[in-house]
């Protein structure tokens, strides 16, 4: 495992690379303790359909040396480490990267940082906002879950029992004949909408579920105009959302909301969130667009993070996990 090995060498002055190929963003970046340096990315876009994980890790294979040498040409000095995520994500693209990573560090001689890629998406949501110890809605393709840091963890309030929100609007979308991504062409159709029709709404507690949703919003866009049932997903869905995240502020009795996940780019989720935050007084951040979906940056920051705690990850421990859960990170640098 991972170990804790102090604080040697912690200069002014950090420089840390990180590389993010979970799904379809290829990336890398090297960020200081001031901003992003430079980042560069090469996406994988399917010809057809969602993305399928063998084509993606090859789209990386082809294309990581391109990226990491754009990246390289921009460096100030040395890097100090090589960040990459070590999960959640496609494990084809995962392992792609991860030998990159593990590749890039020896070639340095600069240590490895493995990080969890949900948490990433939190910590570089903090460092570009004013949001200090939020209670964060993530959403993205594959990830929906509401989390807050608590005694060493980032603990999760409420999650998806079965697919996130992302997948959810790319697999309605794909049914209504919408090419991938779906979520933008959803979102823009919404704005056209004349009527709400009424779609199952799934809370169970503290989690949520959007596959029935998926298939009874197929199942409407058969009887009614298609801005209108994108509408009605978005609603329902966005709802869910917000009503556990609302449930998790009133529990852990924080100030602070910080929306994170490529989904957050979604105006109207950004509205009904920014109400709520309002109606309760309460702050609520969202980073910029560039900060939102998968992204080298947010590696390389919480790599930054996990350095100057004294982390490091040994090659031997640097096994990807596709199912890691941020609640199994120990956090180290709060």
Same mark, same amino acid.
């Given at each position: 495992?991972?170990?804790? +090995?102090?604080?040697?060498?912690?200069?002014?002055?950090?420089? #840390?690379?990180?590389?993010?190929?979970?799904?379809?963003?290829?990336?890398?970046?090297?960020?200081?303790?001031?901003?992003?340096?430079?980042?560069?990315?090469?996406?994988?876009?399917?010809?057809?359909?969602?993305?399928?994980?063998?084509?993606?890790?090859?789209?990386?294979? $082809?294309?990581?040396?391109?990226?990491?040498? !754009?990246?390289?040409? !921009?460096?100030?000095?040395?890097?100090?480490?090589?960040?990459?995520?070590?999960?959640?994500?496609?494990?084809? +693209? /995962?392992?792609?990267?991860?030998?990159?990573?593990?590749?890039?560090?020896?070639? /340095?001689?600069?240590?490895?940082?493995?990080?969890?890629? +949900? #948490?990433?998406?939190?910590?570089?949501?903090?460092?570009?906002?004013?949001?200090?110890?939020?209670?964060?809605?993530?959403?993205?393709?594959? $990830?929906?879950?509401?989390?807050?840091?608590?005694?060493?963890?980032?603990?999760?309030?409420?999650?998806?029992?079965?697919?996130?929100?992302? $997948?959810?609007?790319?697999? %309605?979308?794909?049914?209504?004949?919408?090419?991938?991504?779906?979520?933008?062409?959803?979102?823009? /159709?919404?704005?056209?909408?004349?009527?709400?029709?009424?779609?199952?709404?799934?809370?169970?507690?503290?989690?949520?579920? %959007?596959?029935? *949703?998926?298939?009874?919003?197929?199942?409407?866009?058969?009887?009614?105009?298609?801005?209108?049932?994108?509408?009605? %997903?978005?609603?329902?869905?966005?709802?869910? *959302?917000?009503?556990?995240?609302?449930?998790?502020?009133?529990?852990?009795?924080?100030?602070?909301?910080?929306?994170?996940?490529?989904?957050?780019?979604?105006?109207? /989720?950004?509205?009904?969130?920014?109400?709520? +935050?309002?109606?309760?007084?309460?702050?609520?951040?969202?980073?910029?667009?560039? %900060?939102?979906?998968?992204?080298?940056?947010? #590696?390389?920051?919480?790599?930054?993070?996990?350095?100057?705690?004294?982390?490091?990850?040994?090659?031997?421990?640097?096994?990807?996990?596709?199912?890691?859960?941020?609640?199994?990170?120990?956090?180290?640098?709060?």
């Amino acid at each position: 495992m991972p170990y804790n +090995c102090g604080h040697e060498n912690l200069m002014s002055g950090i420089s #840390i690379l990180g590389l993010e190929g979970t799904a379809w963003n290829l990336s890398a970046a090297i960020v200081d303790e001031d901003d992003v340096v430079v980042e560069n990315t090469a996406t994988y876009k399917p010809p057809t359909g969602g993305i399928h994980p063998r084509e993606a890790a090859q789209h990386h294979a $082809n294309h990581i040396a391109g990226v990491i040498r !754009k990246t390289l040409e !921009k460096r100030r000095g040395r890097i100090n480490a090589v960040a990459f995520s070590m999960g959640p994500g496609l494990g084809p +693209c /995962l392992r792609t990267v991860a030998t990159a990573a593990r590749a890039l560090a020896l070639s /340095l001689d600069a240590p490895l940082i493995g990080v969890n890629h +949900c #948490i990433a998406h939190i910590e570089v949501g903090i460092w570009k906002t004013p949001a200090h110890d939020p209670v964060a809605l993530y959403v993205s393709g594959a $990830n929906s879950q509401v989390l807050s840091y608590r005694a060493g963890h980032y603990r999760v309030f409420g999650e998806t029992l079965d697919i996130g929100i992302g $997948n959810a609007l790319d697999k %309605f979308a794909r049914s209504a004949g919408l090419s991938h991504p779906g979520g933008p062409k959803v979102e823009e /159709l919404a704005k056209h909408a004349t009527q709400y029709i009424k779609l199952p709404y799934t809370v169970k507690g503290m989690d949520f579920s %959007f596959s029935g *949703l998926a298939t009874a919003a197929h199942e409407a866009s058969r009887k009614y105009p298609l801005p209108d049932v994108c509408h009605s %997903f978005q609603e329902t869905a966005f709802a869910m *959302l917000v009503e556990v995240t609302e449930r998790a502020v009133a529990h852990t009795g924080k100030s602070e909301v910080l929306l994170a996940g490529g989904v957050g780019a979604n105006s109207r /989720l950004r509205e009904m969130l920014g109400v709520m +935050c309002n109606d309760r007084g309460i702050g609520f951040y969202v980073p910029e667009k560039r %900060f939102m979906g998968d992204n080298g940056a947010m #590696i390389a920051y919480l790599g930054l993070l996990m350095y100057k705690s004294g982390y490091r990850t040994e090659i031997p421990d640097s096994k990807v996990n596709p199912d890691y859960r941020p609640d199994d990170a120990v956090v180290t640098w709060r």
